[in-house]
C-alpha cells in the first residue's frame, strides 16, 4: 500500500515535471525509448539525446548529462557517451515495477538541469494459461475458466477463443475485474464437440493455452431439482418418500441424484448409496428410518455418466416418519408401604416414562396386569408413570405394557414375592441374581450375575465327539455341560487323546471353547480321545470316544491322479501331432505306398476324363506336406519368372519327345521308370493334392526299391541314364521343389499325355525335361550323356534357383540339337499347343487330338 | 482338406498367442480407433435434443403466426412448399437406402431446411423468438457439421450444391401474407418430420456400426502378431 503510495506521488511528481516542460518550454533534449516496457530482471539502455541549441545555451555536451532514476544519481560508471549530443545509461537487472528516470545536464558547473523523463515500467510476459475448463449452467451460456500463471504486474488481456470443426465463434474477452474466466455470449449447442483455449497477451508476449475439445452436454451443471416433498406411509414406520420436480434438462440428457438426509437437530448428513440414485426419476423412497422422527432432506443432481457438474442442493424439505408400536416397556419396581393391614398390604409399582427412541410414537397410556399364584387377572390402564394398589400377603406377578396408536410393547414382568418370604439357598446350584436401583423417580436399569453357593465338580464330563478328521489331524468338538450337572464354574476342559500303543496326551483348553484341532496327528492310526471338564472345585472325564485317521487326505488322491492323467493327456496328445505332422516320414518307414502294377490301365489315364480342377490354385502350390512355407514361396518366386521365356522352349521339347517316343520308346521307357511321380496332372488335381506327399514318399521308396528289390522294377531298369534316378535320389528336395512348381503352370497337361504314353509309369516334370532333350538329342547320344551330366551338376549345385537354371539348361539343349527332324513344323505345332493351352487348359480334348496327330509318326 | 504341418503349427502357435496376449489386451479393448460408432451416437442425440428444442420453438412461432395455424388440428394441404425436401419416404425404399444415401439425403436435406430458417429469422417478431430461432439455426448448423463428420469418417465425400440449385428465401411480394405464413408452417412441420426421420436414419446407422463379437476377436489377433 505504502509502495503504490510512493509510486502514485512520483508518477504525479513526474507528470507535473514533464507535462510543465512539455507545455512551458520545448525540452532542451529526449530520451529514447520513449515509454518503455521491460522484462523485470533484464537490463535496460536509454540514450538521451540533447539538442544543438540548448547544448549551446547552457554551453554543455554529453559529457555533461547525469541520468536520475527516481531522484538518485546513477553512478557515472553506467554512463556511455555515444557521441557529442547523446549519452546513454546502462540498468542492470531491472527489479523495480515503475521506475521514473530522467536525463538531466549539470549547467554551468553545478546547477542540475532537468531535460526530459520517462517511465520505465517492467513486469513479466503472461505465462501459459492452465487449467482450462468450462461449464454449462443449465440455461444459460458457457462460462470458461483458467489458471492464468504467475502475476505479470502487466496489463494482460485473456481472450477466449472457441470453434467447430465447421465454423468459429466469436471471440470472448475477459472484463477487467474476471481475468480467468468468461462467459461466451452464445448458448452452447449439446452434443457437438467444439474446441476452446484462452489466449493470453501483453506488452511482453502473447502464449495460448492448450486446446481443450468437448462436448457442451458433458459439461452441464444442471438445475437442481425443486418442489421437494416427503411424505410418510401407515403401512411402514420406517419409510418417507422423497418427490421432486426435474429441471428440464432431463428431456436432453439422463440424470443421476445424490440424496442426503439427517435427523431434525442433527448436523451431519447420511447419504444415500448412489447406486440406488443413478438414473433419472421423480420420486425415492428412503428406507431405514427410525419411526416418528423427523427427517430433513436436501438433493442435488447430475448427467448419468458422471460428466459435468453437480446441480445446486435443492432446498430442504422435511417430513415425520409414522409411528410404530414401542420398541420395549419401561423396566419397572415396586414399593410396599410397610403398614400392611389385615392379610394386605399396599404396592406402589412405578416406572419411567419411556424415551421418543423406544416409545416410537406418542405413549397413550400403560397397562399393568397383576396375577396372583395361579388366580385371577387383574388389569389396570394407567396414563401415570405409578400405580398403588392393594394386595394379599400371596406372590404376585406384575407386567408392564406401553401403548401408542399403533399398538403395545411387549412386556416386562416383575415378582412381588410374598409377604413371608424366606430365602433358601443350595449349593452346587447356579443362581441368577438381579440388583434393580430405585430412584425418587423410578427405577433404574438392572444388573444382573450368576453366583454359586458353593462350587463342586461337575457331576458328569462332556461327550467328545469328531467334527472332520484328517490324514494329519483331526477337529473335535463338545457341547457346553447342562448348568444342572456344572455344579460350578467351568473353568477349563482338558482333552486326552492317545493311539493304541503310545502315550497319553493332555491339551488344556480354555472352557469358551467348544472345538478344538488335534494336529500333527499320524495317518492310518487309532486314536482315542476324551474330556473333562474342570470347576474350582475338581473334573470329571467324559465318555472315551475313537477315531481313526484316514491313510490319505481329502484331495490328496485326485491331486496326485488328475496331474498323471493331464500329463498322459498331453504326452498322447503331443505324440499325435508329432504323428501327424511326421506322417509322411512314418508312412515312408512303415508302410510305404507301393503301386498296385493290377490297377494301372492305361484307360485311367484315359484323356477324357474330365479336368476337375483349377490347377492354379495356391492350395496346390503348397500341398506338399514337407515343404514349409517360406520354400514354397521362394519357389513361387523365383518360377513365375523364367516360365514364360522357357514356355516355348519346354513345349517344344515335350512335342519332340512325343514325336519321337514312337521310334526311341526304349528312350522313353527308361525316362517313364526314372519319373517317380504317379500323378501329376490337372486332370486329377483334387486327387493329387490330396496324396502328393504320399507320392513324393513313393518316389523315393520306388528309388529305394529299385536299389533293393530289383526285380519288381525289373522292366524299367534298363536305361543308359542313371542320372535322373541318381538326382532323385540325392535331392529328393529338388525334385519336389520343381513338381510343385510344375504344378502350378500349364505345363502339366502334357506331362499327363506323356505318362499315358509310357504305360504305368509316370513321368515327373523335372527329369522328363531332361528326358525329352535327350531324346531330342538322340541322334547323338554321347552329347546327351555329357548335357545331362552338366544338368545334373547344375541343378545338384543350386537349391534354390535350380528351376531356373534347369530351364536354361533344358533351352540349351534345345539349341543343341538341331539335327533333329522337322523342326520347324514342330515349332509351330508347340506354338498352337501353346495357344490351345492358353484358351482351354482344362480340357484334354486338344491333345487327344494332338496325341491321335501324332501316333502315326 | 488338405491339412498341412505348416497349418497345424501356424494354429497352435497363433493359439497360444492369442492366449498370452489375452490377459495383456483390455477386455474391451477400444482403445485404437472408436471408429464412427461414438459420431454416430452423438449425431443421434443431437437430432433427438433439436426435436425437443422444436417442440417448444414450433409452439411458440405458431402462436407468433396467429389462428390458424397455432390450432392443434390445422392441417392445411402442402400449397407452394414444394421446394422443401420431403422427408416422407416410402418404408421399403428408405430401408434399401444405403449408408452413403442415407447420410447425403440427410445432408441435403438440412442445409436446404437451414436456409430457408434463416429466413424465418429474420422475419420473426420478438426478441425472444429471434433468440431461440438463432439458436436452433446455430443448433441445426451443428447437425449438419455432426453430419458431415460421420460422412468424413466412414469416407463418404459430402455432397456439393449445385450452384444454380442453391435454395433462396424470397420473401417477395407474390406471396400473400397467408401464404407467407403457410411456407413458415410447412417449413416447421417438414423440420419436424425430417428430425423424426433423422432419428431413426442415425439409430440405423448406430446399430449397424455397432462392432460385432467378431471384430474384436481380430483385432486380439492383429494385436498377437
Known amino acids: 500500500m505504502s509502495m503504490l503510495q510512493i509510486w502514485l506521488v512520483q508518477a504525479l511528481f513526474i507528470f507535473l515535471t514533464t507535462g510543465s516542460m512539455g507545455q512551458l518550454l520545448d525540452p532542451c533534449g529526449h530520451i529514447n525509448p520513449e515509454s518503455p516496457v521491460v522484462h523485470l530482471g533484464s537490463n535496460f539502455t536509454a540514450v538521451c539525446v540533447l539538442k544543438e541549441d540548448c547544448m549551446d545555451y547552457f554551453h554543455v555536451n554529453a559529457n555533461f548529462i547525469v541520468w536520475k532514476m527516481s531522484h538518485f544519481t546513477i553512478p557515472k560508471e553506467q554512463y556511455t557517451i555515444i557521441n557529442k549530443t547523446a549519452a546513454s545509461v546502462t540498468l542492470t537487472d531491472v527489479a523495480s515495477l515503475n521506475i521514473q528516470l530522467t ?19 517492467s513486469g513479466l510476459p503472461p505465462e501459459k494459461p492452465k487449467n482450462l475448463n468450462c461449464i454449462v449452467n443449465e440455461g444459460r451460456k458457457m462460462m470458461c475458466y483458467w489458471d492464468p500463471g504467475r502475476e505479470t504486474y502487466l496489463e494482460t488481456n485473456f481472450t477466449l477463443k472457441s470453434e467447430w470443426a465447421t465454423e468459429k465463434f466469436a471471440d470472448c474477452k ?163 408401604d410397610p403398614s400392611h393391614t389385615h392379610g394386605y398390604r399396599s404396592v406402589q409399582l412405578m416406572w419411567k416414562t419411556l424415551p421418543p427412541f423406544e416409545a416410537n410414537g406418542k405413549i397413550l397410556g400403560y397397562e399393568v396386569t397383576l396375577t396372583r399364584w395361579k388366580s385371577r387377572l387383574q388389569n389396570y390402564t394407567v396414563n401415570d408413570s405409578k400405580l398403588t394398589v392393594n394386595l394379599t400377603n400371596d406372590r404376585y406377578i406384575a407386567t408392564l405394557t406401553a401403548r401408542n396408536a399403533v399398538g403395545r410393547s411387549a412386556a416386562s414382568v416383575l415378582t412381588i414375592p410374598a409377604c413371608d418370604f424366606q430365602g433358601y439357598l443350595a449349593e452346587s446350584t447356579c443362581y441368577l441374581i438381579t440388583v434393580t ?81 488335534l494336529s500333527s496327528l499320524t495317518s492310518d492310526t487309532l486314536y482315542m480321545v476324551r474330556m473333562a471338564a474342570y470347576t474350582d472345585e475338581g473334573g470329571k472325564d467324559g465318555p472315551e470316544f475313537t477315531f481313526t485317521t484316514p491313510k490319505f487326505a481329502q484331495g490328496e488322491i485326485e491331486a496326485i491322479v488328475v496331474p498323471v492323467c493331464l500329463a498322459f493327456l498331453l504326452t498322447t496328445l503331443l505324440g499325435v501331432l508329432f504323428c501327424f505332422n511326421k506322417r509322411d516320414l512314418i508312412k515312408k518307414h512303415i508302410w510305404p505306398n507301393v503301386p498296385d502294377p493290377s490297377k494301372s490301365h492305361i484307360a485311367q489315364w484315359s484323356p477324357h476324363t474330365p479336368p476337375r480342377h483349377n490347377f492354379n490354385s495356391k492350395d496346390q502350390m503348397y500341398s506338399d506336406g514337407n515343404f514349409t512355407d517360406v520354400s514354397v514361396v521362394e519357389i513361387e518366386a523365383n518360377d513365375k519368372k523364367p516360365f514364360p521365356e522357357d514356355l516355348k522352349s519346354l513345349e517344344l521339347f515335350k512335342k519332340e519327345k512325343v514325336s519321337t517316343e514312337g521310334h526311341s520308346s526304349g528312350i522313353g521307357g527308361s525316362s517313364c521308370m526314372s519319373s517317380s511321380r504317379p500323378s501329376i496332372s490337372s486332370s486329377d488335381e483334387n486327387e493329387s493334392a490330396q496324396n502328393t506327399s504320399s507320392t513324393v514318399q513313393y518316389s523315393t521308396v520306388v528309388h529305394s526299391g529299385y536299389r533293393h528289390q530289383v526285380p519288381s522294377v525289373q522292366v524299367f531298369s534298363r536305361s543308359e541314364s542313371t542320372q ?134 | 482338406m488338405d491339412l498341412r504341418a505348416g497349418d497345424s503349427w501356424g494354429m497352435l502357435a ?130 449438419l457439421g ?27 411480394p407474390a406471396h400473400s401474407d397467408f401464404l407467407q405464413k403457410m411456407d413458415d408452417f410447412w417449413l416447421l412441420k417438414e423440420l419436424q418430420t425430417w428430425l423424426w426421420r433423422s432419428a431413426k436414419d442415425f439409430n440405423r446407422l448406430k446399430k449397424k456400426m455397432q462392432p460385432p463379437a467378431a471384430a474384436v476377436t481380430l483385432h486380439l489377433e492383429a494385436h498377437g502378431f
Open chain 2, 14 to 143: 497363433c493359439l497360444c498367442t492369442v492366449l498370452w496376449h489375452l490377459p495383456a489386451v483390455p477386455a474391451l479393448n477400444r482403445t485404437g480407433d472408436p471408429g464412427p460408432g461414438p459420431s454416430i451416437q452423438k449425431t443421434y442425440d443431437l437430432t433427438r435434443y433439436l426435436e425437443h428444442q422444436l417442440r417448444s420453438l414450433a409452439g411458440t412461432y405458431l402462436n407468433y403466426l396467429g389462428p390458424p395455424f397455432n390450432e392443434p388440428d390445422f392441417n392445411p394441404p402442402r400449397l407452394g412448399a414444394d421446394t422443401l425436401p420431403r422427408a416422407t419416404v416410402n418404408l421399403e425404399v428408405w430401408r434399401s437406402l444405403n449408408d452413403k444415401l442415407r447420410l447425403t439425403q440427410n445432408y441435403e436435406a438440412y442445409s436446404h431446411l437451414l436456409c430457408y430458417l434463416r429466413g424465418l429469422n429474420r422475419q420473426a417478431a420478438t426478441a425472444e423468438l429471434r433468440r431461440s430461432l438463432a439458436h436452433f439455426c446455430t443448433s441445426l448448423q451443428g447437425l
Open chain 1, 437 to 517: 436401583p430405585v430412584y425418587a423417580d423410578g427405577p433404574g436399569s438392572p444388573e444382573s450375575i450368576k453366583a454359586y453357593l458353593k462350587q463342586a465338580p461337575p457331576s458328569k464330563g462332556p461327550t467328545v465327539r469328531t467334527k472332520k478328521v484328517g490324514k494329519n489331524e483331526a477337529v473335535l468338538e463338545w457341547d457346553q455341560l447342562p448348568v444342572d450337572v456344572q455344579n460350578g464354574f467351568i473353568r477349563n476342559y482338558t482333552i486326552f487323546y492317545r493311539t493304541n500303543i503310545g502315550n497319553e496326551t493332555a491339551v488344556n483348553v480354555d472352557s469358551s471353547h467348544t472345538e478344538y484341532t
Open chain 2, 146 to 172: 455432426s453430419i458431415a463428420g460421420v460422412m468424413a469418417t466412414l469416407g463418404y465425400p459430402l455432397p456439393q450444391p449445385l450452384p444454380g440449385t442453391e435454395p433462396t428465401w424470397t420473401p417477395g
Open chain 1, 724 to 857: 535322373p534316378l541318381l538326382d532323385s535320389e540325392e535331392r529328393p528336395e529338388d525334385l519336389q521343389l520343381v513338381d510343385n512348381v510344375d504344378g502350378s503352370d500349364g505345363i502339366l497337361p502334357r506331362q499327363q499325355y506323356f505318362k499315358q504314353n509310357c504305360s504305368q509309369h509316370e513321368t515327373s516334370p523335372d527329369i522328363s525335361h531332361f528326358e525329352r532333350s535327350n531324346q531330342v538329342s538322340s541322334v547323338n547320344e554321347e552329347d546327351f550323356i555329357r548335357l545331362k551330366q552338366q544338368q545334373i551338376s547344375g541343378i545338384s549345385q543350386s537349391c534354390g534357383s535350380g528351376q531356373m537354371k534347369m530351364f536354361q539348361e533344358v533351352s540349351a539343349a534345345d539349341a543343341f540339337g538341331p539335327g533333329t527332324e522337322g523342326q520347324g513344323e514342330r515349332f509351330k505345332t508347340a506354338e498352337m499347343e501353346a495357344v490351345l493351352d492358353e484358351g482351354m487348359p482344362k480340357s484334354y480334348l486338344p491333345q487327344t487330338v494332338r496325341q491321335g496327330g501324332y501316333m502315326p509318326q
Open chain 1, 103 to 121: 536525463c538531466n545536464i549539470l549547467t554551468f558547473g553545478q546547477i542540475e538541469q532537468n531535460i526530459y523523463g520517462i517511465t520505465l515500467i
Open chain 1, 174 to 336: 475477459t472484463k477487467r475485474d474476471t481475468p480467468t474466466s468468461c462467459t461466451v455470449d452464445y448458448s452452447p449447442v449439446y452434443f457437438v464437440n467444439m474446441e476452446v483455449w484462452v489466449e493470453a497477451e501483453n506488452a511482453l508476449g502473447k502464449v495460448t493455452s492448450d486446446h481443450i475439445n468437448f462436448d457442451p452436454v458433458d459439461k452441464v451443471k444442471p438445475n437442481a431439482p425443486h418442489n421437494l416433498s416427503v411424505s410418510n406411509s401407515e403401512e411402514l414406520s420406517s419409510i418417507l418418500k422423497l418427490t421432486w420436480i426435474n429441471s428440464n434438462i432431463k428431456n436432453v440428457i439422463r440424470l443421476k441424484y445424490d440424496i442426503q438426509y439427517r435427523t431434525k437437530g442433527a448436523s451431519a448428513w447420511s447419504q444415500i448409496p448412489p447406486e440406488d440414485t443413478a438414473s433419472t426419476r421423480s420420486s425415492f423412497t428412503v428406507q431405514d428410518l427410525k419411526p416418528f422422527t423427523e427427517y430433513v432432506f436436501r438433493i442435488r443432481c447430475m448427467k448419468e455418466d458422471g460428466k459435468g457438474f453437480w446441480s445446486d442442493w435443492s432446498e430442504e424439505a422435511s417430513g415425520i416418519t409414522y409411528e410404530d408400536r414401542p420398541s420395549k416397556a419401561p423396566s419397572f419396581w415396586y414399593k410396599i
